[in-house]
């Protein structure tokens, strides 16, 4: 199993499984889905944290070898899962969310943090969107990241493909809290506990309303980002930058008009 579930206090436990890096794949995020239902349905879970078992890694993002190989049904399977499916799932679940970052969280790994209701990150967290250096664009972080950290800062972050800390990530507002190195699931066990004190009906209502309130069209941006995914997915361009990743060289990118 790539996913580890487990419940403890009222809160629900899922865990990245897939060493070395947790990269993303078909049954990996059926499985991540299958346990974030298990855990919206399950009367006894009040919070869910969503973490890693990897040391070091959150979540690299998707395993790029379907692109390269130039299978666009299996990355449109792909696109489905992670950004529809994980969004919708997210946004009925009921409970509150929490990302435990203690680590690398990368491309697809920040689209599972940031679908997660708060992200904790230890200071030795860093986040990045590479999309960018493999010859695809970041699409759904377009509709959501401006109007977390302002637009020209997203543009920034989204299209130099940089690495950048906990420390700036808190800054920015991206991350809800910080922990020292090493002790973000801890953080995150703790910010749970105080979730689960609070009157359930009330949070479960109240979480509903704030997902309207916040929504301002965003599942459906959703789509349209994974349909620009697929399509860029398909370019030459694609194909270079994940050829040129696999083969550990430097991008010779075509001319495409």
Same mark, same amino acid.
């Given at each position: ?24 794949? *078909?049954?990996?995020? %059926? ?41 666009? =049904? ?5 696109? *489905? ?10 946004? $009925? ?49 377009? #509709? $959501? ?20 800390? =906990?420390?700036? =990530? ?9 922990? +020292? #190195? ?16 609070? +009157? ?11 997902? $309207?309130?916040? %929504? ?9 980002? =994974?349909? #620009? ?21 430097? +991008? ?6």
């Amino acid at each position: 199993m790539m996913i580890r579930y487990e419940v403890r206090d009222q809160v629900a436990e899922i865990l990245f499984d897939n060493p070395p890096v947790n990269a993303l794949s *078909e049954q990996m995020l %059926d499985d991540y889905l299958a346990a974030l239902q298990q855990a919206a349905q399950a009367a006894d879970v009040r919070a869910v944290i969503v973490g890693s078992a990897v040391p070091g890694r959150f979540c690299a993002g998707l395993n790029l070898m379907a692109i390269h190989k130039g299978d666009h =049904a299996r990355v449109r399977n792909l696109l *489905e899962r992670l950004y529809v499916r994980n969004v919708d799932t997210q946004f $009925h679940m009921g409970k509150p969310t929490i990302a435990a970052v203690d680590g690398t969280a990368r491309g697809g790994g920040m689209t599972l943090a940031v679908s997660c209701d708060m992200i904790v990150a230890s200071e030795s967290a860093d986040f990045g969107y590479p999309e960018i250096d493999a010859g695809v664009p970041p699409s759904i972080h377009f #509709s $959501h990241l401006p109007s977390i950290v302002g637009r020209h800062r997203a543009f920034e972050l989204l299209f130099t493909g940089r690495v950048f800390d =906990a420390h700036e =990530a808190a800054r920015l507002g991206l991350v809800s809290r910080l922990a +020292p #190195s090493g002790q973000a699931m801890a953080a995150a066990r703790e910010l749970a506990a105080t979730l689960c004190a609070k +009157p359930p009906e009330v949070v479960r209502h109240g979480r509903q309303a704030f997902m $309207h309130a916040n %929504d301002n069209g965003y599942r459906a941006a959703v789509r349209a980002a =994974a349909d #620009s995914f697929c399509v860029a997915a398909a370019r030459p361009s694609a194909r270079e930058g994940i050829a040129a990743f696999v083969e550990k060289r430097k +991008p010779v990118w075509p001319s495409e008009t």
